[in-house]
């Protein structure tokens, strides 16, 4: 059992270490090569091929008529709204950003869950919630001083971090009822459906040139579609398995530091742009000022869930 402990452990690491180093990869794709909406659309419908694969081997994926709308509302928020507007923001803002703005979820978490799960707000979680919105604000704020950095940008990655932060709202009854491996499946092959109908994306990848991209560039997609879609979601179901949900979102505090690592890393290396001139000590003082705010908000919750 310590084995499986360990390894449940090492799996949300691995987790946040391919999102990580996909902010920086995903953003040397768009928009050379990748419109955010043709890069969406290879994601998830590669996601979809593969969840079904394995869902069909392993698991019937059959759900009940009843909580078909459920699914919709996941599909549309877990997926569609949420990735069309992280990649749309990744490519007008900075991987740095995205990685701060990231971290917020388990703020936004707590906001959602007492709106609509009727949770007792508290005097930390309440503080959590003003510190960490404080620090989004005065990130967002500074976005545009810097090349590479954007308002709009950093506000459509704030509505990806909401968007995501109400699907996992809308998820939870889901959870219960049936096996993650099937709620995934699901959520993407409807979300699919709504990225099809973003206006954009349809005549985005009729009209690009797939032929002319360099070998590396085929290479960064398939590691968005098969290492930041597809594995990060089995290895965070497997480390769910073990631990808490507490101690599997904690593990999100890595990745503004995941990224400030690939940055420099990947532009040593010549293998992406040099990203590192958005990265400031004033950036960094507004993430602590984020990482605060989400230890009061979840701070409330630890008591009561196991580790």
Same mark, same amino acid.
């Given at each position: 059992m310590k084995i499986q402990f360990y390894k449940a452990?090492?799996?949300?690491?691995?987790?946040?270490?391919?999102?990580?180093?996909?902010?920086?990869i995903a953003k040397g794709v768009m928009p050379e090569f990748l419109t955010p909406?043709?890069?969406?659309?290879?994601?998830?419908?590669?996601?979809?091929?593969?969840?079904?694969?394995?869902?069909l081997i392993f698991r019937k994926s059959r759900i009940n008529r009843k909580d078909i709308p459920l699914f919709i509302l996941c599909g549309i928020f877990g997926v569609a709204v949420n990735q069309l507007f *992280?990649?749309? &923001? %990744?490519?007008?803002?900075?991987? !740095?950003?995205s990685g701060i703005i990231m971290a917020m979820n388990p703020i936004m978490v707590g906001i959602l869950s007492y709106f609509l799960l009727k949770e007792k707000p508290t005097i930390y979680r309440v503080s959590g919630v003003l510190i960490g919105a404080a620090g989004a604000i005065l990130l967002t704020l500074k976005g545009g001083t810097k090349g590479g950095d954007s308002i709009l940008g950093d506000l459509f990655l704030i509505i990806n971090a909401m968007s995501y932060a109400l699907y996992l709202v809308l998820a939870k009854p889901l959870m219960t009822r049936y096996a993650p491996i099937?709620?995934?499946?699901?959520? *993407?092959?409807? &979300? %699919?459906?709504?990225?099809?109908? !973003?206006?954009?994306?349809?005549?985005?990848?009729?009209?690009?040139?797939?032929?002319?991209?360099?070998?590396?560039?085929?290479?960064?997609?398939m590691y968005i579609v098969v290492g930041v879609t597809f594995l990060t979601y089995l290895l965070t179901i497997y480390g769910l398995k073990f631990l808490s949900p507490t101690v599997s979102s904690s593990y999100i505090y890595f990745?503004?530091?995941l990224v400030v690592f690939f940055a420099f890393l990947f532009s040593y290396l010549n293998w992406s742009e040099d990203y590192t001139n958005t990265i400031t000590f004033e950036k960094i003082a507004y993430m602590l000022l984020i990482f605060? &705010?989400?230890?009061?908000?979840?701070?409330?919750?630890?008591k009561n869930q196991y580790e």
């Open positions: 452990h090492l799996a949300l690491f691995l987790v946040n270490v391919l999102y990580g180093a996909g902010h920086v909406s043709v890069f969406i659309f290879l994601r998830v419908l590669g996601a979809v091929v593969f969840f079904w694969t394995l869902s *992280f990649f749309h &923001g %990744l490519n007008l803002s900075s991987s !740095f950003n099937t709620v995934i499946t699901w959520v *993407f092959t409807f &979300g %699919l459906f709504f990225v099809c109908l !973003f206006p954009s994306t349809l005549p985005d990848l009729i009209q690009t040139d797939f032929t002319s991209f360099p070998q590396e560039i085929y290479l960064k997609i990745q503004p530091l605060v &705010g989400v230890y009061l908000t979840s701070r409330t919750t630890k």
